[in-house]
């Protein structure tokens, strides 16, 4: 057998949460040492990651450690590590994330049977991770095939995710891996360009991942989710009225279902060393400043009372479930999604 999958996985001074990871590759990959190759992208560490990166290439042969003499930052980082790859498939995965057990040969036989062009992997975080196996054993992987408009409903912001996507390398030329530098969403360059030029599109329900919940923040994380990434989702979707179509249904379903909770945690303090004070208006008003939620849910959230702030994320989380039903039928009575 051929070698299918590359696994990457870039780091920069998380020697602990990197060992963790590698640890748990060298238990899942047992089997697989003919389907699976690793890239591991270090991005100038200084400290334990180059003898933590050394010990894992003894063990697994099939491992091409990238140590860059700088860093050059996460984005650079990636596209190295991609430009690496000679599988058909590739799988970025955090290095403070880890995957399940068991999970990783049932998608090896999932990429053999299926051919997808795009996974999508669903997560379940944790504040803390300890093991890949504290959630148990995957066994199913309960997927669904769908087609591009009801893929990208059900997943719109979560293509950002960056362990959270498997995709097929032909779809992600090097000519294009960079094009969206400097959003902090490079990944979206491969990710949305495998949505767009792809045909077959997996969703896989059951959590793959465990991810770690919270950041550490040091970006402006209203800028990145409420500016960046409508704008590079219109752009990668600016082809036709079809494509245009798709990036407003990816918008809309990002603004009611995920930036409520974003924008009142980052007010709230609760989701790392974010600005609570970073410019909703400044951030979010040229992308969305015309939309039903940007008007009744998003800007109302910006000057909200605690007690105020509550009522508008419940109106939110309302109406995000309804967009959720109504696209679940959609799909059943359009033949959008089928079960694998």
């Known amino acids: 057998m051929s070698r299918l999958l590359t696994i990457i996985v870039p780091t920069y001074n998380r020697a602990a949460c990197l060992s963790m990871l590698l640890d748990a590759l060298t238990v899942e990959l047992l089997g697989l040492e003919d389907r699976v190759n690793v890239v591991i992208g270090d991005n100038a560490s200084n400290d334990g990651t180059p003898a933590v990166t050394a010990a894992f290439a003894d063990r697994w042969s099939a491992t091409r450690v990238l140590r860059h003499p700088e860093n050059l930052g996460p984005d650079e980082n990636f596209c190295h590590c991609v430009e690496a790859v000679l599988t058909p498939y590739f799988w970025i995965i955090g290095d403070d994330d880890l995957p399940r057990a068991g999970a990783i040969p049932l998608l090896i036989r999932l990429l053999e049977t299926q051919d997808p062009d795009l996974v999508y992997l669903s997560s ?11 959630a148990g054993t995957v066994s199913n992987l309960r997927a669904t095939l769908m087609e591009r408009a009801a893929f990208a409903r059900t997943v719109h912001v979560w293509t950002t995710f960056i362990s959270g996507a498997i995709v097929k390398r032909e779809l992600a030329p090097d000519e294009s891996l960079r094009r969206f530098t400097g959003s ?6 491969w990710v949305l360009g495998a949505l767009r030029e792809g045909r077959r599109f997996v969703h896989v329900a059951e ?5 770690t919940a919270g950041n550490t923040g040091g970006y402006g994380v209203l800028k990145v989710f409420g500016n960046n990434f409508q704008r590079v989702t219109r752009e990668a979707f600016s082809q036709t009225a079809s494509h245009r179509s798709l990036a407003e249904a990816i918008v809309l379903r990002t603004s009611i279902a995920f930036l409520p909770d974003l924008i009142w945690g980052v007010r709230q303090a609760r989701l790392g060393s974010f600005d609570p004070n970073e410019s909703i208006a400044a951030n979010l008003e040229p992308q969305l400043g015309r939309s039903w939620p940007y008007r009744l849910l998003i800007r109302p959230l910006g000057h909200a009372t605690p007690s105020q702030g509550r009522w508008l994320l419940r109106l939110a989380h309302v109406a995000a479930r309804f967009i959720k039903r109504l696209d679940v039928v959609r799909m059943r009575l359009s033949g959008q999604a089928r079960p694998l």
């Open 184 to 189: 902090l969403l490079v990944q979206l360059g």
């Open 207 to 211: 959590p793959c991942v465990l991810a």
């Open 124 to 134: 379940r975080w944790t504040a803390t991770l300890t093991s890949h196996d504290e």
